[in-house]
């Protein structure tokens, strides 16, 4: 990819102090967990992606967005290389945070975007500080219902697979990756909608 491209992609994160903007003490960052990416991780973390990966329409979530330091470079790329107004690049950015000042100065730092508060690992989880649009935000974009089971129909000519049982082995022939070996079930934890794995 072109250096201009990352040099003023680079530019632009450097009109904000790397974790500036928000009291950091040794407590807060043990309690929330908080590690912030340096710029110069940040662009060379983007030169090994695929760049079509931010053409237009295509969103851009970080689930842990921080100060903003991944969301901003990717406003940039999709403004620098491929040629959005910044407006537009706005639409696809969606940040998630559990600390209100994290959510504030990159909302600040992006000049708008999708930025909320909230838990993307317990979506319905409501934080202090969390408003109720935040909230409702949260569980449209993250907390969908559970599907439902279906069955598909068998195609003409193709014979019906045979049923696997939980923990039983499949042949060591069989026609697909997947199938070789153990048999897993799936089941969602009606509670807690946490994926579990038997």
Avoid at 40 to 63: A, S
Avoid at 79 to 98: C, N, Q, T
Avoid at 159 to 181: F, I, N
Wanted: charged fraction near 30%; proline fraction near 5%; hydrophobic fraction near 40%.
């Amino acid at each position: 990819m072109s250096e201009l491209l990352w040099r003023r992609v680079a530019e632009k994160l450097a009109e904000h102090d790397y974790m500036a903007g928000v009291e950091r003490t040794v407590e807060r960052a043990r309690a929330t967990g908080e590690v912030f990416t340096p710029s110069k991780l940040v662009i060379e973390m983007l030169q090994y992606v695929d760049l079509d990966l931010f053409l237009p329409g295509k969103t851009v979530l970080d689930p842990a967005c921080g100060d903003g330091q991944f969301l901003v470079a990717a406003k940039w790329v999709k403004v620098f290389h491929h040629g959005m107004s910044e407006a537009d690049a706005l639409a696809d950015i969606y940040g998630v945070d559990i600390m209100r000042d994290n959510v504030d100065l990159c909302r600040r730092r992006l000049g708008g975007g999708t930025i909320v508060m909230g838990d993307a690992l317990k979506p319905a989880r409501h934080l202090d500080g969390q408003t109720d649009e935040e909230r409702g935000l949260m569980l449209s974009i993250f907390d969908e219902p559970p599907t439902k089971v279906r069955k598909k129909e068998r195609v003409n000519g193709m014979k019906p697979r045979s049923k696997t049982l939980r923990g039983q082995r499949l042949p060591v022939d069989a026609p697909y990756p997947a199938e070789r070996g153990l048999a897993v079930e799936v089941e969602v934890d009606e509670e807690q909608r946490d994926l579990a794995l038997f």
